[in-house]
């Protein structure tokens, strides 16, 4: 009974790291109306991780990243398995620009993908939605974050 107690205990904190909490979801609309359930990613290492080693983005998902000041925010594939569209926001939810299918990275150096204007917030999406739902540049996005 105490050996298969310790390497239960073993395996899951051999495991842990690896399992990812259930993301922060908050509803975001799109100029379509079409609404898709967010990922929030306010966190540095949620940020600096994204889309990265994930086999696929659900349909009616994406990833919104929060940052504290508008700048030009710079995003790479590297370890991506399937293009996305990046769409930058300014701080009244307009959309500044997008970047269409960007395609995952294949070899080092990856080519850094940034917006024509200050953003600050970025969301992603499957590659083709964003011209699919009408995110271009001048649409607004709407979307309430938690306090």
């Known amino acids: 009974m105490k050996r298969s107690y310790a390497r239960a205990a073993l395996a899951l904190l051999l495991v ?13 609309t799109l100029p379509s109306g079409k609404v898709l ?9 949620d940020r600096a991780m994204g889309v990265m080693f994930r086999p696929s ?9 929060v940052f504290q000041a508008p700048d030009f925010h710079g995003f790479w594939m590297k370890n991506c398995k ?23 990275c294949l070899k080092d150096p990856c080519p ?9 917030y970025v969301l992603e999406v499957n590659a083709g939605q964003a011209r699919r ?6 649409a607004e996005l709407r979307f309430e974050l938690p306090r």
């Open 16 to 28: 842990a790291p690896m399992v990812r909490a259930a993301p922060d979801l908050i509803p975001l």
């Open 37 to 45: 359930q967010v990922e929030l990613m306010v966190k540095d290492e």
């Open 57 to 65: 983005l659900p349909i009616d998902r994406g990833l919104l990243f």
């Open 82 to 104: 399937f293009p996305i569209d990046m769409v930058w926001l300014d701080a009244e939810r307009r959309i500044v620009h997008v970047a269409e299918a960007v395609p995952p």
């Open 112 to 120: 850094t993908y940034q917006p024509m204007r200050k953003g600050l």
């Open 133 to 138: 739902e009408k995110a271009t540049v001048g």
